[in-house]
C-alpha cells in the first residue's frame, strides 16, 4: 500500500512548514500567547490567505477536501511549532458540525466565514461529569413556541473567550445518557444569560467554562434536525480527535529531535551524554514510539476517509489515540528527564511541549478510556 503524500499535499505539508520555520519560532510563540485572545490575528488572516481554513471542508461546501489524511499533514506541522492560533476549536470542532449539521444556508454563511477568517467560534459539549461521554448531556433546551430556551453547565469549552458564537449540545428530550433527544444550537456568546469564566490552560490553550441560564434561541438557531445531533457530534470528535493526535506526532518529533541534539552537547564526566549507550537506548525507543504513532494515525486518517463502516471507523480512531496516548507518556517523560531540571522551566520550549501533548493525552478521552472503547468495538 503507498503511503506516500499525493503532489497536492506535499505542497500544503511544504507551505506550513515554511510557516513554522520562518515565522513560529519559540520566541514568537511566546510573544503571540501574551496577545488579546491567546492569539495572533495575522496568523488567523495568513492562514485564510493560504487556504488553510478550507482544509477540514469538503469541495462542495467550498472548502479544499474534508480529507482527514489532508487534515493530518497540516496538523502534524502545527504539532512541530506549538501553534496556538484556534483552528481545531473554529475550523475542525465547530465547523465539523456545521458542515455536518448545518442547512445550506447555514452552512453557506456559517462556513465560508471561518474559510475567510472572518469568524470565531466554539463548541460546547462536554460537562462537569459527563466523563467523555457524550450522550451523557443534562443541558436542557425546552421549547416555547417558536423559541427554545436553555440552562445548564459546560466545560473547557475551548476558544470560548474569542468565539462570536458557540455552538451548544443540549437535550430536547429523553434522559441524561439517551443517545436521541440531544439537539445542537447556535448561541450568541454574548447573549442575556450567557456567563462565561475564562481561562488559559496549562498548553496556552484558551477555554472557558460556560454557564447557560434562560438564555433563548430561536429556531433558526438549531443545527440540524431536533434530538438528532449525536451521530455528527461522534463523528466530528472522532475527526478532531486524529487531528490531535497528528498533532502529537509533530510535538513528539520535535521532542525526540531535541533531546538527541541536546545529548550531543551537555557533557558529564568530560563527554557528551549521548556517548551513553543508556540514554542511546533510551532514545532509540523514543524513536520507534514515534514512528509507531505515525503509523497508526496514517491508518485511522485512511479509515476516516474510506467507506468502512461507522463502527469501524471509531474503532480505528480509539487504537490511534490509544497507541498516540502510551508514546505521548514515553517520549514526553524521556525527554525531560534527559535534558534534566532545565526541561520544566518556561525558558525552554522542552517544557511546552511536554504540556501541549500531556494535555492531548487527556483531550477527547484518555489512553485508558480508548483502550476500553476499542475493546467494546472490537
Not at 466523563?131 to 448531556?137: D, G, I, K, M, T
Not at 473547557?156 to 430536547?172: C, K, Y
Not at 467554562?209 to 451521530?231: C, F, I, M, Q, R
Amino acid at each position: 500500500m503507498d503511503f506516500s503524500y499525493s503532489e497536492e499535499q506535499q505542497m500544503l505539508q511544504d507551505s506550513v512548514q515554511k510557516f513554522v520555520a520562518s515565522q513560529y519560532d519559540f520566541e514568537t510563540r511566546c510573544k503571540v500567547l501574551e496577545k488579546e485572545g491567546g492569539y495572533d490575528k495575522a496568523n488567523w488572516e495568513l492562514f485564510a490567505e493560504l487556504g488553510w481554513l478550507t482544509v477540514p471542508f469538503r469541495e462542495e461546501d467550498g472548502g479544499f477536501s474534508g480529507s482527514a489524511v489532508d487534515l493530518m499533514v497540516v496538523m502534524e506541522e502545527f504539532g512541530r511549532g506549538l501553534v496556538v492560533e484556534p483552528f481545531l476549536a473554529t475550523a475542525v470542532l465547530a465547523g465539523g458540525l456545521i458542515s455536518a449539521l448545518g442547512s445550506d444556508a447555514q452552512k453557506s454563511e456559517l462556513l465560508a466565514t471561518i474559510m475567510e477568517g472572518k469568524a470565531q467560534l466554539a463548541t460546547a459539549y462536554a460537562e462537569p461529569d459527563s466523563r467523555y461521554n457524550l450522550a451523557s448531556v443534562k443541558t436542557t433546551a425546552v421549547r416555547q413556541g417558536e423559541e427554545f430556551v436553555l440552562n445548564g453547565d459546560k466545560v473547557v469549552v475551548l476558544n470560548a473567550p474569542n468565539a462570536a458564537q458557540i455552538i451548544v449540545t443540549a437535550r430536547t428530550s429523553g434522559e441524561s445518557g439517551d443517545r436521541d433527544g440531544i439537539s445542537a444550537f447556535l448561541v450568541d456568546s454574548q447573549a442575556a444569560g450567557v456567563t462565561l469564566r475564562s481561562y488559559a490552560t496549562v498548553d496556552g490553550q484558551q477555554a472557558a467554562e460556560v454557564h447557560l441560564k434562560d438564555v433563548k434561541v430561536t429556531s433558526a438557531n438549531l443545527l440540524g434536525e431536533e434530538g438528532k445531533a449525536l451521530p455528527a457530534l461522534e463523528q466530528t470528535i472522532d475527526q478532531a480527535t486524529v487531528a490531535i493526535c497528528s498533532e502529537a506526532v509533530g510535538a513528539m518529533d520535535s521532542l525526540l529531535s531535541k533531546t538527541v541534539e541536546y545529548a550531543k552537547t551537555r557533557k558529564q564526566f568530560g563527554v557528551p551524554i549521548g556517548t551513553f549507550q543508556a540514554l542511546q537506548h533510551r532514545m532509540a525507543e523514543m524513536f520507534i514510539d514515534c514512528q509507531l504513532a505515525r503509523s497508526i494515525v496514517i491508518m485511522a486518517a485512511m479509515k476516516l476517509d474510506s467507506n468502512e463502516s461507522a463502527e469501524q471507523k471509531a474503532k480505528a480512531v480509539s487504537a490511534a489515540k490509544s497507541q498516540v496516548g502510551r508514546a505521548i507518556r514515553k517520549v514526553g517523560q524521556e525527554a525531560v528527564q534527559i535534558h534534566g531540571g532545565i526541561a520544566v522551566t518556561d525558558e525552554l520550549d522542552v517544557g511546552h511541549y511536554f504540556k501541549r501533548v500531556t494535555a492531548i493525552e487527556h483531550q477527547f478521552g484518555t489512553t485508558d478510556y480508548h483502550t476500553r472503547r476499542y475493546a467494546r468495538l472490537a
